[in-house]
């Protein structure tokens, strides 16, 4: 019972005394500052180019999505739209015609696809946007005539 008593005083005191050993790296004082010059984490607010240093979100859901000509990544959001029309739900499909559009803007079935969604959520003025976007990318495509008439209908 000794032995198991003074292993665990001896365990309990093991990290205090390291802490002892070495203690704790002294703190440099903050370096002065020009009259008007903000400072944060050491360095200037301001960068040479006159614009403010902003810190990489780390929530990627608050970050701000960066878009450039992707195909590969609009077709994938064009199929998911697709599987979410079929099913109904017009507030996802439209999310992701949308982001499809972001990805690749002369994806012409994505703006018609777009346009509809937009139809079926009794928003006229986005589903003439598409819709004339649509025609704009796909002019020569075999229903640009029906499409003329649905812009028509929709004003």
Known sequence: MSRWLATTL???????GMSAQNPPPPQTPPAKSQPGELQQRGKP????????EVPPEEDKSLSVDE??????????????GNFYFKQHKFRAA???FRE????NDGFAEAWLRLGEVEE???????????????LEVASDAKNADEIRKRVTKLK
């Open 94 to 96: 439209e999310t992701r």
């Open 45 to 52: 607010k301001n960068s040479p180019a006159g614009k403010e």
């Open 120 to 134: 079926k959520l009794k928003d006229p003025q986005a589903a003439r946007e598409a819709y004339n976007r649509y």
């Open 67 to 80: 878009y450039s000509f992707n195909p590969l990544q609009a077709q994938k959001d064009l199929t998911v």
């Open 10 to 16: 001896l365990a309990g005191l093991a990290p205090l």
């Open 100 to 103: 499809a559009t972001k990805w």
